[in-house]
Structure formats: structure tokens, C-alpha cells
T-cell receptor
Framework: GAVVSQHPSRVICKSGTSVKIECRSL??????MFWYRQFPKQSLMLMAT?????????EQGVEKDKFLINHASLTLSTLTVTSAHPEDSSFYIC?????????????FGAGTRLTVL | DAKTTQPTSMDCAEGRAANLPCNHS???????VYWYRQIHSQGPQYIIH???NNETNEMASLIITEDRKSSTLILPHATLRDTAVYYC???????????FGTGTSLTVIP
């Protein structure tokens, strides 16, 4: 099956620093990747849609200058949380859609738990 | 916004069938129904999807009503490892976004 690797799985950082999270599709080419955020006991909230080679499309209310997304290749997308603050602490999850298939199945990474002190 | 409503929680006895309902009364003709589950602190796992016909795979069966306004995910023989939050999502079949609802927290009881 399609595998999406997300790294790191956990990160703790100081307030004001930036954190980069990587999302890789291991055995397929992902023309589209998605980034979600999940707070405790809540559902996943879509943050942005990332298409290879173009600018990401952000959902309403998501600050594009704070959450920088780069999708430079068909197998890698990165999310950088800039100048992180404690309120950015959350579970960040990426997903990837297999560009070689017509169906809209998204395959998810294992998530990154970010804690900002 | 999510276009689905699901019960908040359900229990199921181990070994019995778990039937998880989902209401999607505003689904459009070209939207699919997708089911995923999320085990605590992990990424969601794809289970099954369908357009209008019932579907079955090695994990589950999906029953979609004729008017497509609701569906039921069936886990035929629930095990303790099936304890998870189950999400029903409707989305078009051409790369559109997923908007997750609140899902159903299924607890399989020994």
C-alpha cells in the first residue's frame, strides 16, 4: 500500500523559533499533498493544499506567512511553523494523494506532535 | 465545512459486527463517500470508499442508500484493535479536499 512518512514524530521547541516538518511519499508520486492540524479531542482541520511546483492554497483563517509550505518535488512537502508560540502546539498531520491514480484517496502520515514552550 | 453527521460514540462487543452510520443528505452527484479511522495519536487510515454501489474489501463493507443521503460502514467481526475514531467524508473524486467532521468514537468491548 501507499506509504507516507512524516518527520519528526515529536518536536519540542522554544517560543520564537521555527520548526520544519517533512512529509514524504515513499512509493508513489504525490502531485497533491495536504496539511492538517488537530487539537486534543478534536477532529482534523485542513490547513492547506499543496500542489507540486506551485504555491499552496491556504484555508480561511490560516496564516500563510506563519505556516510556510513548500512542495518542491513529487515526493516531498514541508511545513515550516515560523516564530512558533505556545498556541501553535498541536498535532500536525500531512497526507498525500497518489497522482498516478484517478481516485481521490489520501494517504496520511503518522503525524508530528509539536510542543512550544 | 464537513458535509456529514455521525453519532459521537458507539460501543460494540468483540466478535460482533460494528455498524457505523453516517448522514450526508447534501451530497452531490459526483461526490464519493470515504471512510477513514484514526487510532489514538496516529494518522488516519483509509478504510473504504464508494460512489453509489455497495462496496466490500478486506477491512469492511460500505452500504450506501439508494438516494445516497446516508451510508453505513460495517466491520463484520470487530476486534479490540478496531477501537478508534471513524470518520465519514464526502468529496469529489478528482483531488478535492477532505473536510473532516467530528467522527464516531468506536469502543470495542471484550
Amino acid at each position: 500500500g501507499a506509504v507516507v512518512s512524516q518527520h519528526p514524530s515529536r518536536v519540542i521547541c522554544k517560543s520564537g523559533t521555527s520548526v520544519k516538518i517533512e512529509c514524504r511519499s515513499l512509493d508513489f508520486q504525490a502531485t497533491t499533498m495536504f496539511w492538517y492540524r488537530q487539537f486534543p479531542k478534536q477532529s482534523l482541520m485542513l490547513m492547506a493544499t499543496s500542489n507540486e511546483g506551485s504555491k499552496a492554497t491556504y484555508e480561511q483563517g490560516v496564516e500563510k506567512d506563519k505556516f510556510l509550505i513548500n512542495h518542491a518535488s513529487l515526493t516531498l512537502s514541508t511545513l515550516t511553523v515560523t516564530s512558533a508560540h505556545p498556541e501553535d502546539s498541536s498535532f500536525y498531520i500531512c497526507s498525500a494523494r497518489d497522482g498516478g491514480r484517478a481516485l481521490n484517496i489520501q494517504y496520511f502520515g503518522a503525524g508530528t506532535r509539536l510542543t512550544v514552550l | 465545512d464537513a458535509k456529514t453527521t455521525q453519532p459521537t460514540s458507539m460501543d460494540c462487543a468483540e466478535g460482533r459486527a460494528a455498524n457505523l452510520p453516517c448522514n450526508h443528505s447534501t451530497i452531490s452527484g459526483n461526490e464519493y463517500v470515504y471512510w477513514y479511522r484514526q487510532i489514538h495519536s496516529q494518522g488516519p487510515q483509509y478504510i473504504i470508499h464508494g460512489l453509489k454501489n455497495n462496496e466490500t474489501n478486506e477491512m469492511a463493507s460500505l452500504i450506501i442508500t439508494e438516494d445516497r443521503k446516508s451510508s453505513t460502514l460495517i466491520l463484520p467481526h470487530a476486534t479490540l484493535r478496531d477501537t478508534a475514531v471513524y470518520y465519514c467524508i464526502v468529496s469529489m473524486g478528482t483531488g478535492n479536499q477532505f473536510y473532516f467532521g467530528t467522527g464516531t468514537s468506536l469502543t470495542v468491548i471484550p
